[in-house]
């Protein structure tokens, strides 16, 4: 069985008629890095939620690990879409919040040097004891990274963790955040709205159609090789056809997918598979 | 600005405007020495004290009479002969005492139960129509009731002070744990972390600043009811020693009492300030 399993998961608020969708069945692999990518209100941020067990599901079941997640624990790490850092606490004991829950057995000296060695990964070594309005939006995104990452979770849930950022921040986070996760083989499923984006960090992208009743439509493997870079990615050919495959589905078919029966199983394409691997220059 | 680049400007200013109010006082209230009119009403000479009345000397000190007296006061402010004459520093202390008790017992009750009242909404509807009764009931309506059953005049003065201190404590603790982020909260849930450690490490902070606007309103409202408690029960504090004056038609003592009572409203609501800003934040 894989590392997360979701089955017939849908999710529909009190008062509403219709669910925000319905019918989800995914897998993630341990190791792996997931995308969710989808129109505003298709309830990403719901699915997100769901998996990390702050909101519950009203049928279906998510297993990670071997085990039914119900409620928040310690096992998941969230990345806010607002950052959610405490205001009154300096960037370094935001994450000490984390680690001192994670570890409770631990000295005060281990769990500060445990913080500070992750805020060193995030390249925050010299802002430990800014308050978060002393920091930059990007900055500050970086200490809720850090501070879901201190905790070594199983599995690390971000919402939208850039969406806030300029392009070069945003850029120059996105190479952390992939470094991090390949040197520690983190499982991560992240949403975003950029297709750029999911296209240099995800291993596989799940696509949404609109809700209400939204479904998962479609798997896209992209089988760009690792490392991944920023500014040579778009130079293999396979990158446009992903691309193109993407923009398409979110311009003209994701509004129009039609709702399947219970047990459907998304398709997986792979766009580009055609296309033989690039020789290096 | 202009008021930047001369920061003694503010200053000068308030010296100018004192010493102008003071020779408006000085001027109006200058013994008049020529007129003395022969066909004075002896009841209203007996009201307004013969003194005056005989028009040698005028009810109303000058500046320099209620300093002289201030400067007593402040060289000599714990000295004790009998009941009815205590140093100002034995007053203020009895009333300071008074204040801090009724207000800490205030703050001991009010800040867990707005706690609970802006943790449960169940709780919040069960116990607002009480607030909302009690709260704008006058703290000296509850001064018999509480003579009467507590019958000792000093404690019946720490009550009304609780009673005083409490509604705004309690309404701001509440109100300003109820909105916390939803996004903290989450955190906290999502690390695992205990209820009562939320409470502490999460929620306490967070609303910190609202509870503490309350205890400053709390604690000057408790500073203006207990000159009036005091002049009800009578027997110690400031309240008393204002109402003791007016007795003994001593006016210079009533502006002394006057001043001091402000001065110390403003050093107990500076501390508060203080404190409020230390718990602070920017988001
Ligand atoms: N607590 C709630 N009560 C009722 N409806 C809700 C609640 N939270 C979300 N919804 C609805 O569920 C739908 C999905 O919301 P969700 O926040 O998951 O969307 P999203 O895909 O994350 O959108 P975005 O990309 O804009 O963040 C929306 O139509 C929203 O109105
Ligand atoms: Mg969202």
Not at chain 1, 215 to 242: M, S
Request: aromatic share 8%.
């Amino acid at each position: 069985m894989a590392f997360l399993h979701i089955e017939a998961l849908a999710k529909r608020f009190p008062q509403a008629d219709a669910p925000v969708f319905e019918h989800l069945n995914f897998s993630i692999e341990r190791g792996e890095f997931v995308c969710i990518l989808g129109h505003s209100g298709c309830g990403k941020t719901t699915v997100l939620n769901i998996l990390s067990g702050l909101d519950e599901a009203s049928a279906g079941t998510v297993v990670m690990d071997g085990r039914e997640v119900r409620g928040p624990a310690l096992d998941r790490g969230v990345v806010f879409q607002s950052h959610a850092l405490m205001p009154w606490l300096s960037a370094l004991k935001n994450v000490e919040f984390g680690v001192r829950s994670r570890w409770p057995e631990w000295s005060r000296r281990e769990v500060e040097a445990h913080s500070i060695k992750t805020l060193e990964m995030v390249g925050l070594a010299h802002a430990l004891h800014k308050k978060p309005h002393e920091l930059s939006g990007g900055m500050k995104q970086r200490v809720g990274i850090a501070r879901a990452f201190a905790i070594q979770p199983k599995m690390l849930l971000l919402d939208e963790p850039f969406g806030a950022l300029d392009a070069l921040t945003r850029g120059t986070i996105q190479d952390e955040l992939m470094q991090i996760v390949a040197a520690t083989q983190q499982t991560v499923f992240m949403i975003t709205h950029d297709v750029d984006e999911s296209i240099l960090l995800a291993d596989r992208i799940l696509l949404m159609s609109n809700g209400p009743r939204a479904q998962l439509a479609e798997i896209v493997e992209v089988a760009l090789p690792r490392p991944r870079d920023r500014h040579t990615i778009h130079h293999d050919p396979r990158y446009y056809r992903i691309r193109n495959h993407l923009v398409d589905f979110l311009v003209n078919r994701s509004r129009a997918f039609a709702a399947p029966e219970a047990g459907h199983a998304p398709a997986v394409v792979n766009p580009g598979s055609d296309i033989p691997e690039p020789q290096a220059a | 600005m202009t008021t930047l680049r001369k920061p003694w400007l503010a200053p000068l200013l308030s010296v100018l405007l004192l010493a102008f109010l003071l020779g408006v006082w000085q001027l109006a209230a200058q013994p008049e020495t020529t007129v003395v009119d022969p066909g004075l009403d002896p009841e209203y000479a007996a009201l307004i004290g013969a003194a005056a009345a005989g028009g040698g000397q005028s009810a109303m000190p000058t500046p320099g009479e209620v300093g002289g007296k201030l400067w007593a006061h402040l060289t000599d402010p714990f000295y004790d002969r009998g009941t009815n004459d205590k140093g100002l520093g034995i007053q203020i202390g009895y009333s300071l005492a008074r204040v801090l008790a009724g207000y800490l017992i205030a703050v001991a009750l009010a800040v867990p139960l707005g706690f609970l009242i802006g943790m449960s909404p169940l709780a919040y509807r069960a116990l607002d129509p009480y607030i909302q009764v009690l709260k704008p009931i006058s703290p000296l309506a509850w001064m018999p009731l509480a003579l009467y059953t507590i019958k000792d005049s000093g404690t019946s003065a720490v009550f009304v002070i609780f009673i005083c201190s409490v509604w705004p404590i309690l309404v701001n603790t509440a109100f300003g744990v109820a909105s916390v982020r939803r996004d903290w909260l989450n955190v906290a849930r999502t690390l695992e972390v205990s209820p009562l450690r939320t409470a502490f490490t999460v929620i306490l902070p967070a609303a910190a600043p609202t509870i503490l606007t309350g205890m400053r309103i709390s604690i000057g409202i408790a500073w203006l009811v207990i000159v009036a408690a005091e002049m009800l029960v009578g027997g110690t504090g400031i309240g008393y020693f204002v109402w003791n004056e007016w007795n003994n038609l001593s006016i210079a003592n009533i502006i002394v009492a006057i001043l001091v009572i402000g001065v110390v409203g403003m050093a107990l609501d500076t501390m508060l300030a203080r404190l409020a800003r230390a718990v602070s934040y920017r988001e």
